[in-house]
């Protein structure tokens, strides 16, 4: 794979009977970051999606990567119908995402504590497991123990958002011709052909129902996302249904993201040049550039220039509270290790005084001890959940603060002998209106208190 590919999927887009309850189910089974909500009315939509007079609600989720969302889409009118009862994984369209995830395990407890059902089976070694559900309205879902890009030469796995315990990598897509695909999304989109990697091979049919399943394939990249085209021969695949809209229950498509408005038009013009034909005209709003464009056989790929400034009204930034804070320190990484999980010793650079309260393992400073953080008029009690030496503490509130939910994550990585750390928090306030104001000023708190270790520790 051509390490200058600069194609980026930013969207994985659904049609959903119950958007906001199918929204909750992949935040609650995966840890998605909930990002937003949106109503959209005629004629943009119409213009865009190619739906006469839609009306829907949109709402969306963000994993560990820049620029991505997954976005569920109920419609109001026109009505989605219903997938229907004798759907394979075979019969054309978008059938399958694909998400890799830092605990597998839980993940899969999470599917049957939130599905009602017993847990999937498990194919590959350990580190290397895989697992294939269906989300609550049919959808399929392959589990990836390890992120696949990361065994894609040449492909770049890394993230924003370490902390989010999950990131969507994978699309697969029944085609009637792999020639004419590949003319869709090589040769018009500008993904790239990866070679000498496999995503699945013959054997994984039977994960979704397919057993002896004859079909050829072809796997494309962009920077950061795999599309596995695929032409069964058997089964034979169905066509959409007759009449069939993007507003039908099932997945909607996939989205290009641009992050200039120049390489948009260009790529606009390239794909337009290429077969794929527009709905409209290029709809341009401010917050975003967009159109949705069709090849031959009836597959809508969403043209997107969403601007950076306008993240959190399109989407692409947290809704919950997030608090973020970042730094470069030039020290050794170990010496940065040992002062940031020191806590006792946590009054040395920030405003809290500190004390354990229960020692963990293997160490006192390791999983399962808890802290008390205290400052004038606050005790707050903390216990830290995940340990990885040298690398990654979490820790969770249990007393002295008004949040709920509350998951908070250090990060050090030494990057050629420059130290970053990375210090995020998640949660939720039970005080109505409070979790933006509360988050602006742990920001400020945790950024001065990072500032500060810097500060010390630099020689």
Same mark, same amino acid.
């Given at each position: 794979?051509?390490?200058?590919?600069?194609?980026?999927?930013?969207?994985?887009?659904?049609?959903?009977?119950? &958007?906001?309850?199918?929204?909750?189910?992949?935040?609650?089974?995966?840890?998605?970051? %909930?990002?937003?909500?949106?109503?959209?009315?005629?004629?943009?939509?119409?213009?865009?999606?190619?739906?006469?007079?839609?009306?829907?609600?949109?709402?969306? $989720?963000? +994993?560990?990567?820049?620029?991505?969302?997954?976005?569920?889409?109920?419609?109001?009118?026109?009505?989605? *119908?219903?997938?229907?009862?004798?759907?394979?994984?075979?019969?054309?369209?978008?059938?399958?995402?694909?998400?890799?995830?830092?605990?597998?395990?839980?993940?899969?407890?999470?599917?049957?504590?939130?599905?009602?059902? +017993?847990?999937?089976?498990?194919?590959?070694?350990?580190? $290397?497991?895989?697992?294939?559900? &269906?989300?609550?309205?049919?959808?399929?879902?392959?589990?990836?123990?390890?992120?696949?890009?990361?065994?894609?030469?040449? #492909?770049?796995?890394?993230?924003?958002?370490?902390?989010?315990? &999950?990131?969507?990598?994978?699309?697969?897509?029944?085609?009637?011709?792999?020639? !004419? !695909?590949?003319?869709?999304?090589? +040769?018009?989109? /500008?993904?790239?052909?990866?070679?000498?990697?496999?995503?699945?091979?013959?054997? +994984?049919?039977?994960?979704?129902?397919?057993?002896?399943?004859?079909?050829?394939?072809?796997?494309?990249?962009?920077?950061?996302?795999?599309?596995?085209?695929?032409?069964?021969?058997?089964?034979?695949?169905?066509?959409?249904?007759?009449?069939?809209?993007? #507003?039908?229950?099932?997945?909607?498509?996939? !989205? $290009?993201?641009?992050?200039?408005?120049?390489?948009?038009? %260009?790529?606009?013009?390239?794909?337009?040049?290429?077969?794929?034909?527009?709905?409209?005209?290029?709809?341009?709003? /401010?917050?975003?550039?967009?159109?949705?464009?069709?090849?031959?056989?009836?597959?809508?790929?969403?043209?997107?220039?969403? *601007?950076?400034?306008?993240?959190?009204?399109?989407?692409?930034?947290?809704?919950?509270?997030?608090?973020?804070?970042?730094? #470069?320190?030039?020290?050794?990484?170990?010496?940065?290790?040992?002062?940031?999980?020191?806590?006792?010793?946590?009054?040395?650079?920030?405003?809290?005084?500190?004390? $354990?309260?229960?020692?963990?393992?293997?160490?006192?400073?390791?999983? /399962?001890?808890?802290?008390?953080?205290?400052?004038?008029?606050?005790?707050?009690?903390?216990?830290?959940?995940?340990?990885?030496?040298?690398?990654?503490?979490?820790?969770?509130?249990?007393?002295?603060?008004?949040?709920?939910?509350?998951?908070?994550?250090?990060?050090?990585?030494?990057?050629?002998?420059?130290?970053?750390?990375?210090?995020?928090?998640?949660?939720?306030?039970?005080?109505?209106?409070?979790?933006?104001?509360?988050?602006?000023?742990?920001?400020?708190?945790?950024?001065? #208190?990072?500032?500060?270790?810097?500060?010390?520790?630099?020689?």
């Amino acid at each position: 794979m051509n390490n200058e590919n600069t194609k980026h999927i930013c969207q994985v887009a659904f049609s959903a009977l119950n &958007a906001p309850a199918l929204r909750e189910w992949y935040a609650n089974v995966f840890g998605f970051v %909930r990002s937003g909500k949106v109503i959209f009315f005629p004629p943009a939509t119409s213009t865009v999606q190619g739906i006469p007079g839609a009306w829907e609600k949109c709402s969306w $989720l963000i +994993d560990q990567q820049d620029y991505f969302q997954l976005e569920f889409f109920q419609f109001w009118t026109p009505r989605s *119908r219903l997938k229907p009862d004798d759907w394979r994984p075979c019969d054309i369209g978008y059938n399958m995402v694909g998400i890799a995830v830092t605990d597998f395990d839980q993940v899969l407890r999470n599917v049957c504590a939130f599905s009602g059902r +017993d847990g999937p089976e498990v194919v590959g070694e350990t580190g $290397l497991r895989r697992a294939c559900i &269906a989300d609550p309205e049919g959808n399929l879902v392959e589990i990836y123990e390890r992120d696949p890009l990361t065994l894609v030469e040449g #492909a770049n796995a890394t993230v924003l958002r370490p902390e989010v315990p &999950a990131v969507v990598r994978t699309m697969r897509t029944s085609v009637p011709s792999l020639e !004419a !695909a590949r003319q869709t999304y090589v +040769d018009a989109m /500008g993904l790239q052909v990866v070679k000498d990697f496999q995503l699945h091979s013959p054997e +994984d049919e039977s994960l979704w129902g397919l057993p002896g399943a004859k079909h050829k394939s072809l796997l494309l990249c962009s920077d950061n996302f795999l599309l596995e085209l695929v032409e069964y021969e058997s089964p034979a695949p169905k066509p959409w249904p007759g009449n069939y809209t993007i #507003a039908d229950q099932g997945f909607m498509n996939i !989205a $290009l993201g641009y992050r200039e408005r120049g390489d948009y038009d %260009r790529s606009f013009a390239h794909a337009v040049h290429n077969g794929m034909l527009p709905n409209g005209e290029v709809q341009d709003i /401010g917050v975003f550039r967009v159109m949705y464009v069709n090849d031959r056989h009836g597959f809508s790929i969403e043209m997107l220039n969403a *601007r950076k400034a306008f993240w959190s009204i399109s989407g692409f930034n947290s809704h919950e509270p997030y608090v973020e804070n970042e730094i #470069a320190i030039y020290a050794p990484a170990d010496e940065v290790w040992r002062k940031l999980t020191d806590h006792a010793a946590v009054a040395d650079w920030s405003p809290f005084k500190g004390r $354990l309260l229960r020692e963990g393992k293997p160490h006192p400073n390791a999983t /399962g001890c808890i802290r008390e953080l205290t400052a004038p008029g606050m005790r707050i009690i903390e216990e830290i959940t995940a340990w990885q030496e040298g690398r990654h503490y979490a820790y969770q509130l249990r007393s002295g603060a008004p949040f709920r939910r509350h998951q908070g994550d250090v990060y050090v990585t030494d990057d050629n002998g420059i130290t970053r750390v990375r210090w995020a928090i998640r949660f939720d306030a039970w005080i109505p209106c409070s979790g933006k104001i509360t988050a602006w000023l742990l920001q400020w708190i945790f950024g001065r #208190a990072l500032r500060q270790l810097k500060d010390q520790l630099e020689p």
